[in-house]
């Protein structure tokens, strides 16, 4: 894991804090990056 100075706020700095934001927004309610997501949420043309 990549080493932060103790004030960095970054998700990285702190190990236990991003493994539960990666759990958190691996769940299906949250959109993932793809080819298709900005035609799916309406901001391109078919």
Do not use: H, V
Not at 14 to 25: D, F, G, M, P, V
Request: overall charge negative.
């Amino acid at each position: 894991m990549i080493s932060f100075p103790p004030d960095d706020t970054r998700l990285q700095s702190n190990t236990e804090l991003l493994k539960l934001w990666l759990k958190e927004t691996a769940q299906p309610q949250y959109l993932k990056s793809s080819p298709e997501l900005f035609q799916l949420i309406g901001y391109a043309t078919p």
